[in-house]
């Protein structure tokens, strides 16, 4: 089905991605899998490319070159690459950029913001703690507060990024007049008493994930993003960006997984039988609803709509649905779905990802339950 998302220049935007990501990422993204690290010069190398293409400079003039469909364009090229821990760790520093772009100083944009806008910078986004990453507003890390600085100390696990990073948008509570609120702060990930220990992990390869340890972190007050106290309403009013990109990285490594199946399928049998035929078209039919449904989150997310329901609904459903059809394919394609030099064992590994980084399934029913049955409404907290 052809869809009314994507105009002429997304798909220019596409072809020359395209061309960019085979040329500069697929030679090396093995060497970076077994590695477990992407290096700095191939981030500074794509987002130029990406900012000329939109700029322009590159021969066409882009349409709207903010509209989120470029991202989704960007996402669907990486996934043919079959290696989603190097989308993981793109997303995590786009999902960063519009807490500082929103609530950060002048001095935290031209230090931070558009370091990561050229590549210069790599981040993450520190929320979850050892004791638990679900309930948000129960995190420990505390911020002590001094005249012009911030003493840290606490800890964050499954950081993305956080070996690797150049700094850590971090929330922390503030401790100020025997309140604790929850703030936002940027630290810079060489700051002294820091600790960093990768985890290893199943899937996502590439991308580095780690603990990282705060013991008397001195970090100057000026890195404070936006209000003291206001860190809780900062990520509920962005933590859907994360769950539309989820949505968007299920959907496209479902597309190349469906390619990857039927491809292999055919070169084994040439004429594929009935059963194949019913499963394999069975696959495609439902991809198409879960993309669709997800393109339309996706439009009116960029109409600038705040729509919590449709973000969950999406993150949930299209990365539950990515690991049954991931599935489903591994039993038509039997042994060489496991054989480990095929591309479908890694994509088996990345997808178990999906239902739990972004906010688990259970949160996601959590949060769809109390807007679908309790009729809460999640409005705007901050404009
Ligand atoms: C590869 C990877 C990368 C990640 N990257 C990041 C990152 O960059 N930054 C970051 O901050 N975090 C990151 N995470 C952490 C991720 O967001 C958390 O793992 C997730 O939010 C769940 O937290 P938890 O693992 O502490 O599980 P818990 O919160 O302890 O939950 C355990 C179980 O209890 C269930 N549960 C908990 N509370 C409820 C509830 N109220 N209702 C129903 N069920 C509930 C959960 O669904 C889950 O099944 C990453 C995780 C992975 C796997």
Same mark, same amino acid.
């Given at each position: ?28 993204? &093995?060497? @970076? ?9 191939? @981030? ?16 066409? +003039? ?8 470029? =991202?989704? +364009? ?12 190097? &989308? ?8 960063a950029?519009?807490y500082l772009?929103n609530y950060g100083s002048e001095y935290i944009k031209?230090t931070y ?8 910078? @790599?981040c993450s986004i520190a929320i979850t703690e050892?004791s638990?990453?679900?309930?948000v507003a129960q995190l420990k890390t505390l911020a002590l507060e001094f005249d012009d600085h911030f003493l840290i100390n606490g800890s964050k ?10 700094f850590y948008l971090l929330a922390v509570k503030i401790k100020a007049l025997d309140v604790e609120h929850m703030s936002l702060i940027i630290v810079d990930a060489s700051s002294d008493g820091i600790t ?7 899937? @996502? ?7 990282i340890g705060f013991q008397n972190v001195r970090v100057p007050k000026k890195n404070l993003v936006g209000n003291q106290g206001f860190g809780f309403q900062y990520l509920m ?8 990109? +989820? ?55 960029? &109409?600038?709509?705040?729509? +919590? ?29 496991? =054989? ?9 590994? =990345? ?10 399934? =259970? ?18 907290a901050i404009?």
């Amino acid at each position: 089905m052809e869809n009314i998302y994507f105009n002429s220049s997304h798909t220019y935007y596409r072809t020359q991605l395209g061309v960019f990501i085979q040329e500069h990422i697929a030679p090396h993204i &093995a060497q @970076w899998e077994l590695e477990e690290h992407i290096p700095k010069y191939i @981030w500074i190398e794509l987002m130029h490319f990406i900012n000329d293409l939109k700029k322009g400079t590159k021969g066409k +003039v882009m349409k709207n070159p903010g509209s989120y469909f470029y =991202d989704v +364009v960007l996402i669907e090229e990486l996934a043919k690459l079959n290696y989603a821990g190097f &989308a993981a760790s793109y997303g995590i520093c786009q999902l960063a950029k519009p807490y500082l772009e929103n609530y950060g100083s002048e001095y935290i944009k031209r230090t931070y913001l558009d370091q990561i806008k050229n590549g210069e910078f @790599w981040c993450s986004i520190a929320i979850t703690e050892p004791s638990g990453g679900s309930d948000v507003a129960q995190l420990k890390t505390l911020a002590l507060e001094f005249d012009d600085h911030f003493l840290i100390n606490g800890s964050k696990t499954f950081i993305t990024n956080g070996v690797y990073a150049d700094f850590y948008l971090l929330a922390v509570k503030i401790k100020a007049l025997d309140v604790e609120h929850m703030s936002l702060i940027i630290v810079d990930a060489s700051s002294d008493g820091i600790t960093k220990t990768k985890i290893p992990k199943m899937g @996502w390869h590439c991308s580095d994930t780690a603990t990282i340890g705060f013991q008397n972190v001195r970090v100057p007050k000026k890195n404070l993003v936006g209000n003291q106290g206001f860190g809780f309403q900062y990520l509920m009013e962005h933590l859907q960006n994360e769950r539309l990109y +989820v949505a968007v990285m299920a959907v496209a490594d479902m597309d190349d997984m469906y390619s990857y199946t039927r491809r292999t399928l055919t070169s084994k049998h040439h004429v594929l039988n009935p059963y194949q035929l019913i499963e394999l078209s069975k696959v495609y039919a439902e991809i198409q609803v879960f993309k669709n449904y997800v393109y339309h989150c996706c439009a009116i997310f960029d &109409a600038g709509i705040y729509a +919590v329901k449709e973000c969950t609904i999406a993150k949930k459903s299209t990365s539950e649905a990515l690991i049954k059809l991931i599935n489903k394919c591994m039993d038509l394609l039997q042994f060489s779905s496991v =054989d480990e030099k095929n591309e479908i064992a890694r994509k088996f590994r =990345d997808a178990r990802i999906s239902t739990i980084g972004g906010g688990t399934s =259970d949160i996601m029913s959590e949060i769809l339950s109390k807007i679908v049955l309790d009729q809460k409404a999640y409005t705007q907290a901050i404009s």
